[in-house]
């Protein structure tokens, strides 16, 4: 067996384990295998093994690797985890399925663009900066309202909220920052957790496990 293969295994063994000790019954996340910087000959095994949720954060490399790959398997779908900038959002509406990044008006407006002149059926979450963090790209929580009906007018199918914590500090009440704004207006799913925090983010009710290293092993680029 490919060592993805173990690894999403043991993953996902661990993820029905804390499932059963939080007794929520009728949840079930999905795990997204993040796949940047790695190649098809560690992709394709997962994909043989059924797997069909992928990430990437950059549009030219998702180009390079995933339009073959994406013939082959109509099931597969391609999640956009990565900063996303208004000139790659034509390319970027072609090859990915979600976009879990939109973090501005200008961004959403090019979607809203892009996805109506090709009918593409795209679908979005709301990138949330929860730290407050100035690197770090997202709304505003206490915009969020505004910002989500500004992409209702737009036309936008936004399913859910994300965020990446701040790495020096505990994520769990980020994560539950998170999943109380998610509530405030009434998105379905929930992008967080990550290698480090994934079975945290449980607790919380993500829906979208975003995984790396975890299923792929470190990354040297
Ligand atoms: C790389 C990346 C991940 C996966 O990180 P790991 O720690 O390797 O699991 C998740 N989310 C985003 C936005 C990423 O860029």
């Known amino acids: 067996m490919h060592h993805t293969q173990s690894n999403l295994i043991e ?13 929520l019954s009728e949840y079930n996340p999905k795990v997204i295998a993040v796949s940047k910087t790695f190649s098809e000959e560690d992709i394709m095994p997962l994909i043989k093994y059924g797997h069909c949720d992928f990430g990437e954060n950059k549009v030219q ?50 979607i809203s663009n892009e996805i109506h002149k090709k009918s593409k059926k795209i679908k979005i979450f709301i990138q949330i900066n929860l730290g407050s963090e100035k690197q770090k790209s997202g709304i505003e929580p206490s915009d969020l309202e505004q910002f989500y009906n500004n992409c209702k007018t737009l036309k936008l199918d936004i399913i859910g909220t994300m965020c990446i914590p701040p790495d020096t500090k505990d994520p769990r009440h980020f994560f539950k920052d998170l999943m109380q704004l998610n509530k405030k207006i009434n998105l379905p799913e929930i992008s967080m957790g990550m290698t480090n925090d994934y079975l945290d983010a449980l607790e919380y009710k993500s829906t979208y496990l975003r995984i790396g290293t975890g299923i792929f092993g470190k990354r040297t680029k």
């Not at 993953?11 to 007794?23: A, T, V």
């Not at 985890?81 to 990915?96: S, Y």
């Open 11 to 23: 993953i996902n063994e661990k993820i029905k384990n804390k499932i059963n000790d939080l007794s």
């Open 61 to 110: 490399e998702a180009q390079k690797k995933w339009p073959k790959l994406k013939e082959l398997n109509k099931n597969l779908k391609l999640h956009m985890l990565g900063r996303l900038q208004t000139n790659k959002v034509k390319n970027a509406v072609e090859i990915f399925d979600y976009i879990h990044s939109l973090d501005s008006l200008k961004l959403a407006n090019k």
